[in-house]
């Protein structure tokens, strides 16, 4: 199993986000400077963010991307949502028994991998 690097470019954008001065409008290029990757990259990971709400985008001159509001209560699930998509990791293609013990114990591993990163916020992230 393994998230994209696009996965790992997020959390860290979210982390710098959280860290700037509440309000401040930081540049895609600033941005992708912190993380030495390419702003044109790193401009498609923030319009899936954005879509998600998990930071707003101001256009112009002094343009950039702020966290939202309600930056302590973002997950780390929140974020891999955002880049990753809702599917499930685990895809049962021998049959569609839905009592497969295969696809339970898969699931079931998914769900606490879930719970983990659901429960991890930006917020405890910070205050740790």
């Known amino acids: 199993m393994k998230y ?7 959390l860290h954008t979210m ?10 409008t930081v540049s895609v290029i600033d941005l992708a400077e912190k ?10 990971i923030l319009t899936k963010l954005s879509k998600e ?4 985008a101001t256009s112009g001159v002094k343009g950039g991307y702020r966290i ?13 949502h955002a880049i990753e998509g809702r599917q499930s990791l685990f895809e049962c293609y021998v049959h569609e ?8 114990v898969m699931f079931e ?6 719970e983990v990163l659901k429960n991890q916020t930006l917020g405890t992230l910070l205050n740790n």
């Open 4 to 10: 994209s690097k696009a996965t790992d470019y997020a």
């Open 109 to 114: 591993a998914e769900t606490k991998m879930e």
């Open 15 to 24: 982390l710098f986000l959280s860290q700037s001065r509440r309000g401040e």
């Open 97 to 104: 028994d839905p009592n497969c013990s295969i696809k339970k």
């Open 53 to 56: 709400g998990l930071v707003k």
């Open 35 to 44: 993380q030495n990757i390419s702003p044109t990259y790193l401009s498609k």
């Open 68 to 80: 939202s509001s309600n930056w302590q209560d973002i997950s780390f699930l929140d974020i891999v």
